[in-house]
């Protein structure tokens, strides 16, 4: 493993910043590298992969799933992932409810004005939660994924402000927020939580 990288990760976790591992980056040997250095949360966004790794990597890994939920797939990331970090459909929440054993969702949130884009819009927040508190499933925060073509300024407008809505909710303790691309901005606006990938291996 690079000393460069290690550098980077001990720099993040040393600030109090978890980091969720993006794996669908590296194939398992570099995976396990990774692993040896002590880091147990990985994230997949594809199914089919979080069940062949959970199944076949060590058992102590926390896995988060990250990609788009569809109600036939709800079962699996229920049985095998840990997190789901990318909930954004509260249609799911009965089907969810019945699944769920030790499950924890994190909330996708859009700020952006765009309704193509992932996430719950900020006017449809409360009721979702509440929703969520209704049928007794775990939520623990937020995740935010703003545009990649924003400009670093438009990035911590957005950062911070998911940061206000963070402080609304006393009894969550995440905020994912920050990608390769842009993790050093989110930590300066009160991210909790980091999902890297492609910048450890470039």
Excluded at 61 to 86: M, P, T, Y
Excluded at 107 to 135: A, P, W, Y
Excluded at 175 to 185: A, F, K, Q, R, V
């Amino acid at each position: 493993m690079d000393s460069k990288i290690i550098e980077l990760l001990d720099e993040i976790t040393n600030s109090g910043i978890d980091i969720c591992l993006i794996s669908k980056y590296w194939d398992d040997q570099k995976l396990m590298q990774l692993y040896n250095l002590g880091y147990r949360k990985f994230g997949e966004n594809r199914v089919d992969s979080l069940v062949r790794r959970a199944q076949n990597l060590p058992d102590d890994i926390e896995w988060h799933f990250v990609g788009n939920i569809q109600s036939r797939d709800l079962r699996k990331i229920c049985q095998f992932a840990s997190i789901i970090q990318s909930f954004d459909r509260p249609d799911l929440l009965e089907k969810l409810s019945k699944f769920k054993e030790d499950i924890v969702i994190l909330i996708q949130v859009n700020l952006v004005d765009d309704s193509s884009r992932n996430g719950i819009n900020l006017n449809e927040l409360d009721s979702v939660i509440k929703k969520i508190t209704n049928f007794e499933i775990k939520c623990n925060g937020f995740m935010f994924h703003p545009p990649i073509e924003l400009s670093n300024e438009e990035k911590i407008r957005y950062f911070n402000e998911m940061n206000k809505i963070f402080s609304k909710y006393p009894d969550y303790s995440i905020l994912s927020m920050g990608t390769s691309n842009d993790y050093h901005l989110a930590n300066k606006c009160g991210a909790t939580l980091n999902r890297l990938g492609r910048v450890l291996f470039e």
